[in-house]
């Protein structure tokens, strides 16, 4: 008895639909995380007056500091390097004065991650084969 089956070409069809979707992951990921770090930069940036949410005093090192990078199919990280982003960040040592500005909470807050990752996976499942 012989059996004919399409078991590769499926097979086929679910790799070709398995690397579209950590295509579009990935790329959901870095918008995901491009978008954070914008909000980050435009936090850090303030208002006009001296103590304006979120930096007491600028002096650019946290705008040298952001960051943001995909780690993995399913990891991306936002962040800043700055010595001082932590102290502005919690609100210790000298600013204090100022509070806790937690500039990276709320950019990431700010972002609907959920429906930029949704709208990535829905286009890999739209156009895969």
């Known amino acids: ?5 399409n078991a590769s070409e499926l097979a086929q069809r679910f790799r070709a639909r398995i690397a579209a979707l950590r295509g579009e992951l990935r790329g959901g990921l870095r918008k995901w995380a491009a ?11 303030g208002g006009d007056a001296p103590g304006d949410y979120p930096v007491p005093v600028r002096r650019g090192g946290l705008l040298q500091g952001h960051f943001f990078d995909v780690a993995g199919n399913t990891t991306a990280v936002v962040g800043n390097r700055s010595d001082h982003a932590v102290s502005v960040h919690e ?11 937690p500039f990276l909470d709320d950019a990431a807050a ?3 991650g959920q429906a930029i990752i949704s709208a990535a996976l829905r286009r890999a499942l739209d156009t895969a084969p």
């Open 1 to 5: 008895m012989s059996v004919t089956t």
């Open 35 to 45: 978008e954070v770090d914008a909000e980050q930069v435009r936090l850090i940036r």
């Open 91 to 101: 609100g210790r040592g000298p600013n204090t004065v100022h509070g806790r500005r």
């Open 110 to 112: 700010a972002v609907d």
